[in-house]
């Protein structure tokens, strides 16, 4: 039965890692690449046993530490697994491996560098997820900032410093807000019942007026919402993904992004419920103008990796659709659907990079008739096609098909009550699904079909190691599409718990 | 008067006494100018074992009473700045080998050992002269390119002025309440009286002219630029210090109140975003550090809109993880960054190829210097801006963080052009420091124990 020590041993091990390779000698690439990947499959292991030992029918969290780390300011290495986080500690532990052995020829540059940077972002990326106290968590989230910097920055394309200032930029705005409201949000506890503390449990008993939640909510969700990326705040993703390397891209996508929908659901909503039901038709506009206008964006490019990239934003819509929706499915939905896009864009990203390690360009139009040259790239490229499109039997299907649902079912009762907004915003959304389809197919028929074209050729098809990458990531994919009742279980009982948390009242002054 | 507590009370400055009248006495007997390199860390080492031992045995006593007494909060400043002087002096081999300089590091030590010990202002002004003279002299020394006769003019006149506005303030006080201890410093700030409001604002000024805030900041981006590596870095970090500590000892623990705050808020802010904008055009690495540091000068005066008690920890806490970042920039620059071609930003270009020890540990420098977390910059910056806000100031504190955002970019274009900017052909680089490794060793692992451990060291301060 793994314990809590399993769980501080999964988050640490990224810093081990890091620290074995700054002692490799210099020059010695492939240990390094080994070392990394091993310590990556340790890793994964170690979290297949967590999620092993996961006991969905117990409420709360599990593994837990905590040891106070300020005591003066109430401020503990608080650190658990929850329904929320399992998937995405999982999903994390799932792509660090593939992150590295994606990277074993892309990178040729300071290649000992450019690993411990994958380990620190890794790390980072586990605590914010596992945080459980507000300090820990701030500190972990603005720490991804450093190694992204660095990832983008040094091994990116041609206009990569400026994506890089601009994704930094971007995101550490949000942050500093953010740090405002933490401190306030402490504060404003400490003078109303008299704990200081940053402990998310206590925080969610905190008790504050309407305007008060509303501007905390404005900062907390200003921050979420530009890592999302949620429209109007997206322009930084293209930039980033575009130059960034591809195991840049693949952590981007594939985790990063999900930090925005993870905060909204641990932290944004819970803490300021009021302010959450008081503003959900706003963010479920923005939400469904994400999926729509993401989904048009991405039909008119000719880059193959912003049309992924802007897929992405339409496909995070999706999950803060779910997620304000506050119907059981829509939230289950939402969680299964970071996880899946998470699995699917990292894909695809991957896809991007093998090709573009081949032939240098991105751009669909010097591509055609792959399907003859790569038939086994193109069978793998199809698959992660009709699975970014929600096929059934697809993870993509499982994600967006239940938070559509959620937020039918939320917006029935109101349109029943005379408020149709809600149905009108969710009947919207469903028009992502067709513009998926659309953009995705368009993209492989023009990338796989018709005349064959390709920058230069011959070149050999996908050798072991990249088959073994996409076969890990197929497996995952079919896995939660057709086996999507193992996972769900375990997210059920806290996505209850949200529900009941953003329905709750904490008005200060009126009843409970 | 016992002598023998004037003796354990003074007993860090009298080392650092003793020590300067060996390294003279060794030039004399000796007829050697030089090899007062070790006498000098040896004296300091030691000076900063006798403020631990102050320290840790909880020592109390005022052997000059209402001028000068050793409590807990001077034993701890002076372990502080005696400990950040430690790596200046490791990283001063290089370019200075003379026991004079030595000697001029040495008494301006005392002066500012003696200005965190000061209970009158009688005491203060005499600290802060001893601490400054030397310096000036300092800056000169170097003399390795003509500005730094003008550096050296520039800051001498703007010190001169500092030192007449606070002697004039510090006569109104007196004039006030017919006392020169510090607490009628403390009981005007309380006072509606013209002539005690006169004397606070003369007297914050002065310390604004010291620290460098806007706008009395002109003088630090020539003086850093004029000087040589090791006194630009005892300047922005031993001499601010200094200064803030001494601001400490003089505002007490009394809760500032309007309109004073205006006046601690405003130019504070105004100097956080004027400097952070001003860094941002620099092309010289000195002459950015100075704006940076007029920015954190900036967050440092912030620290007192917040409660009495808090303060001293906030502040504290910010010299160290703000002193030990700056050092740690300037132990790791390799020689001959005093030839102002070799200052320039573009010579940190591809730096990491060539030098990834010196690259990586900058790189710390600048992302703790901008306050992002896992550094202690983070950390310090996170305390006085939840001090601002717990005395109720959220607006100050907002514009605060918005204005320490400003700064984010410079800091993150030095290691831009350190990791990943092509190598200049051109940018030749100097041999490293002899001492680089053991200093930048002395500054790096503080910060990390600071980092992973701020909770101990937040306990003790």
């Known amino acids: 039965m793994a314990d809590p020590t399993v769980l501080n041993l999964v988050l640490w091990l990224p810093v081990a890692g890091m620290l074995a390779i700054a002692l490799t000698p210099r020059g010695q690439d492939s240990l390094v690449r080994a070392v990394s990947l091993g310590v990556m499959l340790l890793q994964l292991a170690l979290t297949a046993w967590l999620y092993a030992g996961f006991d969905a029918t117990q409420p709360g969290l599990q593994f837990v530490t905590n040891v106070p780390w300020i005591r003066e300011w109430g401020i503990a290495y608080s650190i658990g697994l929850d329904g929320f986080n399992i998937l995405l500690v999982t999903l994390t532990a799932f792509l660090g491996p593939l992150v590295v052995a994606g990277a074993f020829t892309a990178i040729q540059k300071d ?58 930029l971007y995101t550490a705005f949000g942050s500093i807000l953010m740090l405002a409201a933490v401190i306030y949000l402490v504060y404003s506890l400490y003078t109303t019942t008299g704990i200081t503390s940053f402990a998310f449990t206590d925080l969610y008993q905190n008790q504050l007026p309407l305007d008060t939640q509303s501007w905390l909510l404005a900062a907390f969700g200003l921050s979420f919402a530009i890592k999302v990326p949620m429209v109007p705040l997206h322009t930084w993703l293209p930039d980033a993904h575009v130059e960034a390397p591809t195991a840049g891209s693949v952590i981007l996508a594939g985790v990063l992004l999900k930090m925005g929908t993870y905060g909204f659901m641990k932290l944004g909503f819970p803490l300021f419920p009021d302010a959450t039901r008081a503003f959900t038709p706003a963010l479920m506009t923005l939400a469904v103008i ?82 003859r040259l790569l038939p086994v790239y193109s069978v793998f490229f199809m698959i992660l096609t009709l699975a970014a499109i929600g096929l059934p039997t697809t993870s993509g299907f499982t994600g967006e098909f239940m938070a559509l649902m959620g937020a039918f079912n939320a917006a029935w009762p109101q349109f029943e009550a005379g408020y149709a907004l809600p149905l009108v915003l969710a009947a919207i959304a469903v028009s992502g699904v067709i513009l998926g389809a659309l953009y995705m197919l368009w993209l492989a028929q023009r990338l796989l079909f018709g005349g064959t074209r390709a920058p230069h ?5 996908l050798d072991l190691r990249e088959k073994l990458i996409l076969v890990a990531i197929v497996a995952a994919i079919f896995w939660l599409g057709l086996f999507p009742a193992g996972p769900l279980s375990k997210t059920e009982l806290a996505a209850r718990e949200y529900q009941q948390l953003v329905l709750g009242t904490h008005v200060f002054g009126s009843a409970p | 008067m016992i002598w023998q507590d004037v003796v354990t009370a003074m007993l860090p400055e ?66 502080v700045l005696l400990a950040l002087a430690l790596p200046v002096l490791l990283a001063s081999r290089d370019d200075f080998e003379e026991s004079r300089y030595y000697v001029l590091v040495l008494s301006s030590l005392y002066g500012a050992c003696l200005l965190v010990s000061s209970d009158s202002f009688a005491t203060i002004f005499l600290g802060i002269e001893l601490m400054s003279l030397p310096v000036y002299v300092l800056v000169l020394i170097a003399f390795l390119r003509p500005e730094s006769t003008e550096a050296a003019l520039k800051y001498l006149v703007m010190g001169g002025t500092a030192t007449a506005t606070l002697l004039m303030g510090v006569s109104l006080l007196y004039g006030w309440s017919g006392s020169l201890a510090v607490q009628a410093f403390a009981d005007a700030l309380g006072s509606q009286d013209t002539l005690a409001v006169a004397g606070v604002v003369l007297v914050v000024a002065a310390l604004f002219l010291k620290a460098a805030v806007v706008p009395f900041h002109a003088w630090a981006p020539d003086a850093y630029e004029g000087a040589s590596v090791p006194v630009t870095a005892y300047m922005a970090t031993i001499i601010k210090a200094g200064v803030l500590l001494a601001a400490l000892r003089i505002f007490g623990t009394v809760q500032v109140l309007r309109p004073m705050t205006d006046m601690l808020a405003v130019l504070p802010l105004v100097s956080m975003v004027w400097g952070n904008i001003a860094a941002i055009r620099q092309t010289s690495f000195r002459r950015m550090i100075a704006y940076s540091s007029i920015a954190h000068a900036g967050y440092l005066f912030y620290a007192f809109l917040g409660a009495g008690p808090g303060r001293h920890q906030a502040i504290l806490f910010y010299v160290i993880a703000y002193g030990l970042m700056n050092l740690l920039a300037f132990m790791v620059l390799p020689r001959g960054t005093d030839d102002p071609a070799h200052d320039r930003l573009d010579a940190f270009k591809g730096l990491f190829q060539r030098r990834p020890f010196a ?79 053991v200093a930048s060793l002395l500054c790096l692992a503080p910060a990390v124990l600071m980092a992973v451990f701020p909770g101990w060291l937040l306990d003790r301060l």
């Open chain 1, 457 to 461: 050729q011959p070149f050999t098809d």
């Open chain 1, 290 to 371: 994400s999926i729509v206008y993401g989904a048009c964006l991405a039909l008119v490019q000719t880059d193959i990796k912003k049309i992924i990239a802007y897929s992405s934003i339409s496909h995070l819509g999706y999950v803060m659709l779910g997620l304000v929706s506050l119907d059981l499915l829509g939230i289950q939905g939402a969680i299964m659907q970071m996880v899946s896009h998470g699995i699917v864009a990292g894909g695809l990203f991957m896809m991007v990079g093998m090709i573009y390690e081949r032939c240098h360009t991105r751009d669909i139009a010097a591509y055609g008739g792959l399907a």
């Open chain 1, 111 to 168: 290649v000992k560098l450019f690993y411990a940077m994958v380990f620190f972002i890794q790390f980072a990326m586990l605590g914010t997820f596992v945080a459980q106290d507000l300090f820990l968590f701030y500190v972990f989230w603005e720490a991804m900032l450093i190694p992204m910097f660095l990832i983008i920055g040094i091994w990116g394309g041609e206009r990569r410093i400026y994506a890089t200032l601009k994704f930094v």
């Open chain 2, 14 to 79: 009298h080392i650092l006494l003793a020590g300067m009248l060996l390294l003279l006495g060794h030039e004399i007997v000796s007829g050697r100018e030089r090899g007062g390199f070790l006498i000098a860390v040896a004296t300091v080492a030691a000076a900063a074992v006798a403020a631990c031992w102050l320290s840790a045995t909880g020592y109390t006593n005022s052997p000059f009473p209402g001028h000068y007494s050793t409590d807990a909060a001077a034993a701890a400043s002076k372990i």
């Open chain 2, 359 to 437: 690259a990586v540990m900058i790189a710390i420098a600048m992302l703790s210097l901008a306050g992002l977390p896992p550094l202690p910059g983070f950390i310090a910056k996170f305390l006085i801006f939840r001090n601002v806000l717990a005395a109720g100031y959220t607006l100050y504190a907002v514009f605060g963080l918005v204005a320490s955002y400003l700064g984010i970019y410079f800091y993150l274009r030095v290691i831009q052009y350190m990791f990943m900017s092509a190598e200049q052909p051109a940018a030749a680089s100097g041999r490293p420091r002899r001492y680089a490794l």
